[in-house]
């Protein structure tokens, strides 16, 4: 018997229906003091924008568990949850309010698009720590690309732009599980 394929062995978009969710950018519960804002653009090979990508965030927690709030669409806007779901608007721009993870430097991304066949895991880094053995085995110019940059004039906002090909390609992690 062979099964149907699932969406990410097929090619989408398959982001319409349930999968971008009210406050779906909204990690940080409401009004938080130290909410921080992660936004950029989804760009294909040649610079254009990517309006219907899907990006979704996990993170530790601003003290460094892991444990998030139970319910990955939890959002009573109190609790903060670890994981947020953003999609692109017709520029290809996202925006993500959360707050700074503890422990762990960075927001693990995965990002779902049109004629990706499977979906592309990378990190935004808001801060380049010492010694982080991602970021020490990169060239400084690849480096470059998981790190989001503070936006001048900007109190708590950070750029992070994902290039899906070409010479500023965002380094994607490759994943291979055990078996």
Do not use: K
């Amino acid at each position: 018997m062979t099964l149907p394929p699932t969406p990410s062995q097929t090619v989408g978009p398959y982001y319409g229906i349930a999968l971008p969710c009210p406050g779906g950018g909204d990690a940080a519960p409401a009004g938080h003091p130290d909410a921080v804002t992660v936004h950029g653009h989804v760009r294909d090979g040649e610079g254009a924008p990517v309006p219907d990508a899907l990006l979704e965030f996990w993170q530790a927690a601003p003290d460094g568990s892991l444990a998030g709030a139970p319910g990955s669409l939890r959002r009573d806007g109190r609790t903060f949850t670890g994981w947020a779901r953003v999609p692109t608007g017709r520029d290809g721009h996202y925006v993500l309010h959360t707050l700074l993870p503890g422990g762990a430097p960075y927001l693990a991304l995965c990002l779902h698009a049109r004629g990706l066949g499977r979906h592309l895991f990378t990190r935004v880094y808001v801060a380049e720590p010492p010694g982080d053995p991602l970021l020490a085995a990169l060239p400084p110019d690849r480096r470059a690309t998981l790190l989001a940059t503070p936006e001048a004039g900007r109190r708590n906002a950070y750029r992070f732009d994902v290039t899906l090909q070409g010479e500023d390609e965002t380094v994607f992690l490759d994943w291979h599980t055990a078996g």
